[in-house]
């Protein structure tokens, strides 16, 4: 067995780093707790957003179209208060995102439509019709 040598430095390092990146404070903290993940699908057709929003209302939502930008955004905020035995009771809670998406040339921005179910927001983007596949055709030789 060999002999170990203490070197605070390696110590101090590691517990520095560990203090500085792990955990979250108001400097380092994460961003994926406040933005909802999205996930973006592409078929032939259309473009696909679904954003996993649990906890808000349907009329939460804003969407806007803004110079080939789509802005998602949501805010909710719940207040409860209870009275019981000569106590008061409040509770509140309060959560708000916002997204943007620079759209794709081939989008076509004037049909969009959007649906919330079950904590998932979808937005389906509908590609031009210039930008969908279009079938092989023949051409004749004159």
Same mark, same amino acid.
């Given at each position: 067995?060999?002999?170990?040598?203490?070197?605070?430095?390696?110590?101090?390092?590691?517990?520095?780093?560990?203090?500085?990146?792990?955990?979250?404070?108001?400097?380092?903290?994460?961003?994926?707790?406040?933005?909802?993940?999205?996930?973006?699908?592409?078929?032939?057709?259309?473009? *696909?957003? $679904? !954003?996993?929003?649990?906890?808000?209302?349907?009329?939460?939502?804003?969407? %806007?179209?803004?110079? #080939?930008?789509? /802005?998602?955004?949501? *805010?909710? $905020? !719940?207040?409860?208060?209870?009275?019981?035995?000569?106590?008061?009771?409040? %509770?509140?809670?309060? #959560?708000?995102? /916002?997204?943007?998406?620079?759209?794709?040339?081939?989008?076509?921005?004037?049909?969009?439509?959007?649906?919330?179910?079950?904590?998932?927001?979808?937005?389906?983007?509908?590609?031009?019709?210039?930008?969908?596949?279009?079938?092989?055709?023949?051409?004749?030789?004159?």
């Amino acid at each position: 067995m060999g002999i170990v040598r203490w070197n605070p430095n390696l110590v101090n390092h590691v517990f520095d780093n560990f203090l500085n990146t792990d955990l979250p404070t108001q400097k380092n903290r994460p961003t994926r707790g406040t933005l909802p993940a999205v996930n973006i699908k592409e078929n032939d057709d259309q473009f *696909e957003l $679904e !954003v996993a929003a649990p906890g808000f209302a349907k009329n939460d939502f804003k969407l %806007e179209i803004n110079d #080939g930008v789509l /802005t998602i955004a949501a *805010e909710h $905020e !719940v207040k409860e208060e209870q009275k019981t035995n000569g106590y008061t009771r409040r %509770e509140f809670s309060y #959560g708000a995102f /916002t997204r943007r998406f620079t759209l794709p040339e081939d989008a076509n921005d004037k049909d969009i439509t959007a649906n919330y179910d079950n904590g998932i927001l979808t937005v389906v983007l509908p590609k031009k019709e210039e930008a969908k596949p279009q079938p092989a055709r023949l051409i004749e030789v004159g």
